[in-house]
């Protein structure tokens, strides 16, 4: 069974960082490049950075840019999203999120993420 | 990356059929062939419907169904049933390694 489970979420003031992990098992992780896709409480979905298998093609959404990098470590089969800079507005659940076939066909269940102060 | 545009809410009654827009440019939407539709019901993680504009991924059932003519994308949901009620997000790929999502439509069975 595919899973994708996030950790790392919590409270932090405006300003800090956060280092979010995501765990996958269940697939060949080395196969696949993963996203991290956010939701703010009651909205809708943000797409916020990509990064593929070789760890050589990366990007970001503009919102997060110069503030969120990503990064993977196949041998432990793990994405991980070390955020800086924080504000506000990137309160959200953060989905760990597969890619196949130009679309995300499977998502972990969630870390919430809270930056206020 | 603007969001595409999708209509906040749509209804209908058991067993009918509902469609749903999903409007961009020809950056994303209208240029590639790589439109996706995600369901979400409350509190759960989004789950993928169709890929690359009309695909279904196995167990999602032939009731929903995508398609695509220029810079809007549409899913139908045909046959409504009360388990469709959920909030329904369209994405397509943008160039580069970018995604962008619509505003999510939420569907109401009457």
């Known amino acids: 069974e595919v899973q994708l489970v996030e950790s790392g979420g919590g409270l932090v003031q405006p300003g800090g960082s956060l280092r979010l992990s995501c765990a996958v098992s269940g697939f060949t992780f080395t196969s696949y490049t993963v996203n991290w896709v956010r939701q703010a409480p009651g909205k809708g979905l943000e797409w916020v950075s990509h990064v593929n298998v070789g760890s050589d093609l990366i990007d970001y959404a503009d919102s997060v840019r110069g503030r969120f990098t990503i990064s993977r470590d196949n041998a432990k089969n793990s994405l991980y999203l070390q955020m800086s800079s924080l504000r506000v507005e990137d309160t959200a659940v953060y989905y760990c999120?597969?890619?196949?076939?130009?679309?995300?066909?499977?998502w972990g269940q969630g870390t919430l993420v809270t930056v206020s102060s | 990356q603007s969001a595409l545009t999708q209509p906040p809410s749509a209804s209908g009654s058991p067993g009918q059929s509902v469609t749903i827009s999903c409007t961009g440019t020809?950056?994303?939407?209208?240029?590639?062939?790589?439109v996706s539709w995600y369901q979400q019901h409350p509190g759960k993680a989004p789950r993928l419907l169709i890929y690359?504009?009309?695909k279904r991924p196995s167990g999602v059932p032939d009731r929903f169904s995508g398609s695509k003519s220029g810079n809007t994308a549409s899913l139908t949901v045909s046959g409504l049933q009360a388990e469709d009620e959920a909030d329904y997000y369209c994405s397509s790929f943008a160039g580069g390694r970018k995604w962008v999502f619509g505003g999510g439509t939420k569907l109401t069975v009457l």
């Open positions: 020809s950056s994303d939407v209208g240029g590639y062939n790589f």
């Open positions: 690359e504009v009309t």
């Open positions: 999120v597969r890619d196949w076939s130009w679309a995300f066909d499977h």
